[in-house]
């Protein structure tokens, strides 16, 4: 990794950001991606420890595997609508993650995306979603260790609300454990934002996303149905085009 690196500008000639491309910029605080950029490798900005923000460009259709895993300085990101997929430990770690939204553009939320969340204590998840992969919530809680003269207690602080559209709870809590169901409530995102401070005031309340463009297919060898976005299915790995 580049260590001692603190700041870059990308270039808008620049379309591509390989795989790993940044990993374990330890210093790096700020960069500036240029809407140019149509791809994000994956774990492009793993590690980058210090990173405090980041805009996604507009033409990401996909937020890869572990691009901003262990960014644990990150307070706020927002996601671009457009984006269809979060792929597996997308966000894991990021310990400064405090409240998200989720765009009606995604589809797949994959396996451990927002795992090791540990200050997450809201998220907005829309009626988009239809699939929520195993762990993508699972310990977004915060351990406190507390001591009372000769005695110690752990102090847990867990994540407080997954708000999602009206007519949407039943759906989420077949695709999320238990221990979350007492915390989804419906509420409309105008409403959302507004009670969360730490979104930024300025974020503009989105226009509905046509899903209706993606093209549901069934693996020929799991024979799980998923949305076509790389031509690979998410359950099995089959590269059904080919």
Not at 14 to 25: G, K, L, R, V
Not at 75 to 94: Q, V, Y
Request: aromatic share 10%; glycine share 4%; net charge negative.
């Amino acid at each position: 990794g580049c260590s001692s690196l603190a700041s870059i500008e990308i270039p808008d000639s620049i379309t591509y950001i390989d795989n790993w491309a940044f990993e374990d910029c330890t210093e790096l605080e700020n960069i500036s991606l240029p809407n140019s950029i149509e791809y994000l490798g994956q774990g492009a900005f793993y590690g980058c420890s210090s990173l405090l923000s980041i805009d996604i460009p507009d033409k990401i259709k996909c937020i890869n595997r572990n691009i901003f895993s262990k960014c644990t300085s990150i307070r706020e990101i927002k996601i671009p609508l457009g984006i269809t997929k979060i792929d597996k430990n997308a966000f894991s770690h990021c310990h400064s993650l405090i409240d998200l939204i989720i765009p009606s553009s995604v589809v797949i939320i994959e396996k451990s995306a927002f795992r090791y969340c540990k200050q997450l204590k809201s998220v907005f998840i829309p009626k988009s979603v239809k699939r929520i992969g195993y762990y993508a919530f699972s310990d977004c809680q915060e351990i406190t260790l507390i001591r009372r003269g000769r005695s110690s207690y752990k102090q847990y602080s867990s994540m407080s609300l997954i708000a999602t559209d009206t007519g949407n709870k039943e759906r989420l809590q077949k695709m999320l454990p238990k221990y979350l169901h007492k915390i989804i409530k419906e509420q409309s995102l105008e409403h959302y934002v507004h009670e969360h401070n730490t979104i930024k005031e300025n974020i503009e309340i989105e226009e509905i996303y046509n899903n209706e463009s993606f093209e549901e297919v069934k693996c020929p060898r799991c024979g799980d149905w998923y949305y076509v976005s790389n031509g690979v299915c998410d359950t099995c790995g089959y590269p059904w085009n080919e």
